[in-house]
């Protein structure tokens, strides 16, 4: 399970803080709903943006089990569709994971072995970043939200009046979430998240964008979690927006002759 640890940290991590607390400076009313519609109506293009793609990544992470690299490809798919295969330098399979939001399966390649079992699994949890629920991954990978109706608490504006933290919450998840959005090119820069005690869970920071037929996408981004859980840096390579996928192409299936073992 250690490489389990690294791949699903691969999508998922980078060392971090220990809450949100309160961000930016104050502004005017005027300036917040001005602001505020802007980012509604951004957020709610990118909805309608993203269905499906797959790209290339180089993934780096560091962590109290293991530190690592691996390239390979990532394939999602809206809502919850997330499959992850490690290649190595002969271009062979190493390592494959997959998820829909309810259950998951890993391969581990070399070990002859396949791991499987649901994403609320004691065992799973343990090894997963905690607070990211695996339904919520796709959005975080490709800086956008997770579906649901945002309830805007504040907006205030970040150290220049180039970008402004959003905070706000989302109908149906859990906590706090605050962005910082510059709404002048429509892109996320960080997006922050705490649990309902207040305590930071996760931060996403996103850089490099490029939009191709009018979807904006990251090149790379950076997860932090809670001090001293781990870090992470993915670079994504040759995107291909609104790939033509359908369920079945994440199916990922245990080779004959492998050990299967079902996460609890």
Request: glycine share 10%; with cysteine; charged share 20%.
């Amino acid at each position: 399970m250690m490489r389990l640890t690294a791949l699903v940290m691969a999508c998922c991590l980078v060392s971090g803080c220990a809450q949100l607390g309160q961000s930016g400076l104050a502004v005017t009313s005027r300036e917040a709903v001005g602001v505020r519609k802007i980012f509604m109506q951004t957020m709610e293009a990118n909805r309608q943006c993203l269905a499906s793609f797959d790209t290339g990544v180089e993934v780096t992470w560091d962590s109290v089990f293991q530190s690592g690299r691996a390239e390979g490809y990532l394939q999602t798919m809206t809502p919850a569709f997330v499959k992850f295969v490690a290649i190595g330098p002969l271009d062979q399979p190493l390592a494959m994971f997959f998820t829909d939001g309810r259950d998951f399966r890993y391969i581990a390649v070399p070990e002859g072995r396949g791991y499987q079992g649901s994403v609320q699994a004691s065992a799973f949890r343990r090894f997963a970043p905690s607070g990211l629920a695996a339904h919520e991954l796709v959005y975080w990978l490709t800086g956008r939200l997770p579906p649901g109706d945002l309830q805007m608490q504040e907006v205030r504006r970040h150290d220049s009046r180039a970008s402004y933290w959003m905070i706000f919450t989302i109908d149906g998840l859990a906590g706090r979430h605050q962005v910082l959005f510059d709404p002048k090119s429509g892109q996320i820069i960080r997006h922050r998240a705490e649990d309902n005690g207040g305590a930071f869970i996760l931060e996403a920071v996103y850089g490099g964008w490029q939009q191709d037929g009018g979807c904006w996408v990251p090149r790379n981004l950076s997860f932090s979690l809670p001090t001293g859980q781990g870090s992470l840096f993915v670079r994504f390579s040759d995107w291909r927006l609104q790939a033509a996928l359908a369920p079945d192409d994440f199916v990922v299936d245990i080779p004959q002759g492998f050990e299967e073992i079902e996460v609890r």
